[in-house]
């Protein structure tokens, strides 16, 4: 069952399998599978809720964003600098800084640090907003 098939081959060996299965009792093998299943199951509903509550929390940290994005971009995280800057006193709370800027032309309030513009309007935010 557990053959390799090189890929002029391969419609032979999904057929094979394709047969091995109608000659299954579909109950029985979903039965097995629900049984096979059932500690993963388990475990997993039994966390979700946390994980759940942990990642609305969190997530909105640099450290757990770090890791999920490191993680979809298959690279090491990155966690050794977001220490570094948290010592150097900066902010690792938010992505793009701290919600310091208040725009002059148009209003808009909490605008990241990290932001030479407002979002809203598009001016050039000075510093001292």
Known sequence: ?????????????????????????????????????????????????????????????????EGMTSFVEKRPARYRELREMAGEGKSVEFLWGPYRHTCAECGAKGIPANFSHCGACGAELTGDE
């Open 1 to 65: 069952m557990n053959r390799v098939y090189p890929r002029d081959e391969l419609d032979a060996g999904v057929d094979e399998l394709v047969q091995i299965g109608l000659d299954k009792f579909p109950e029985c093998t979903r039965y097995t599978k629900t049984q096979l299943n059932y500690w993963k199951d388990l475990s997993w509903y039994g966390t979700i809720g946390h994980a759940r509550d942990w990642l609305t929390t969190h997530f909105t940290s640099l450290e757990p964003y």
